[in-house]
């Protein structure tokens, strides 16, 4: 054994205990990271995985805005927390997912009363973790190309105006200065007239955004993709992506998964059908991008499948290690995704 080769097994025994199974996605070069939630951290298996594999986490539920203040002003930051501790320990970065959002929001919460709920919110969060994250998505799905103005109609908007998301980015930047602070969005990836529309109405934003001096430094792009209905179209996601870099904007992927229903029913041809998919997006997009997400690390901890699916014999294979934590087809093609570039 040469000495870089100790040095790396004894660092990844002091970081990673108990692994096997050599390097994972967050030794390939780009970093990768996973959404996660606290609960599967009692997990021995599971957390070990995260462990060898991310390099930065996501709280897959525990910092939606109805688990972080249940009730007005009452903050319960516990899951959030455990994540950080468990990310710390384990050389890993965490992301802020989502401060603005129009779903998972506390009940009480169905109107925008005063001003503060918006940046109070935001500041209250972030500078908690002020100076220790990846990165945030400040705004989470504002885009809605069937509403007027291009913008969901949310209580935010209606609160606020379309001024709402330079608000809550102005809050963001003051709130912990060198974050970085990504707008992030799912329609932007597939080739549907849909996504046509999508995509110029998010270089529209983005522009505009840029024209106001509004602090976004990136673009997330979820990269949610399926193998039944509209696919991945490289030529317009490729021209769209230039243009997002040439004015200034990062950017990331950050929930990517492929939704296999409708695939083949046997699993191994299932997983290849799952893995080409990503494929497709990542040979564009991954090159493009400074970190690459997936919205979760295993099959484990899917939704448990519908009766349909059931009916059929066949659970969901969406993520890159299956129930039992082995690597498959969608695992090996990020690997290289990650370290082509
Ligand atoms: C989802 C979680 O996966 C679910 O567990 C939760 O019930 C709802 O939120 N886009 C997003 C994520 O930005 O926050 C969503 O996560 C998935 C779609």
Redesign the pocket.
Same mark, same amino acid.
């Given at each position: 054994m040469n000495r870089r080769e100790f040095l790396l097994q004894s660092s990844a025994v002091a970081l990673r205990p108990s692994i096997t199974g050599g390097q994972g996605l967050r030794d390939q070069g780009k970093p990768y990271g996973t959404a996660a939630s606290s609960f599967q951290l009692r997990d021995g298996d599971f957390a070990a995985a995260l462990a060898r594999e991310a390099a930065i986490l996501v709280p897959?539920?525990e910092m939606k805005r109805g688990v972080i203040e249940p009730s007005p002003g009452r903050y319960d930051f516990s899951g959030v927390d455990k994540l950080l501790a468990f990310a710390r320990a384990h050389a890993m970065q965490l992301r802020g *997912?989502?401060l603005v959002w129009h779903?998972?929001n506390p009940d009480w919460l169905t109107e925008v009363g005063a001003e503060s709920q918006l940046m109070g919110y935001i500041s209250q969060v972030m500078s908690r973790y002020s100076g220790q994250f990846h990165s945030w998505d400040v705004v989470?799905?504002a885009i809605d190309v069937t509403a007027p103005g291009n913008l969901r109609q949310t209580i935010w908007l209606k609160r606020f105006g379309r001024d709402y998301i330079d608000i809550a980015f102005e809050a963001a930047r003051a709130a912990d200065p060198e974050a970085m602070l990504v707008y992030?969005d799912?329609g932007c990836e597939l080739g549907a007239p849909d996504n046509d529309r999508f995509r110029a109405a998010t270089l529209d934003f983005l522009e505009g955004a840029r024209a106001r001096g509004v602090p976004i430094d990136a673009l997330g792009l979820?990269g *949610?993709l399926g193998l039944s209905g509209p696919q991945v179209d490289q030529a317009k996601l490729a021209i769209f992506l230039d243009r997002v870099k040439a004015m200034g904007f990062k950017i990331l992927i950050t929930?990517h998964d492929v939704d296999d229903d409708g695939g083949a029913a046997d699993p191994a041809t299932r997983d290849r059908q799952v893995a080409d998919a990503s494929r497709r997006f990542l040979d564009v997009a991954a090159p493009h991008a400074v970190a690459v997400l997936t919205?979760g690390l295993s099959d484990r901890y899917l939704d448990p499948p519908s009766w349909r699916q059931k009916l059929m014999g066949w659970s969901p294979r969406r993520l890159p290690l299956d129930a039992s934590l082995a690597r498959k087809p969608l695992w090996t093609v990020l690997s290289k995704e990650l370290a082509r570039h």
């Open positions: 897959e539920y *997912h989502p779903k998972r989470n799905e992030n799912w979820q *949610h929930e919205w």
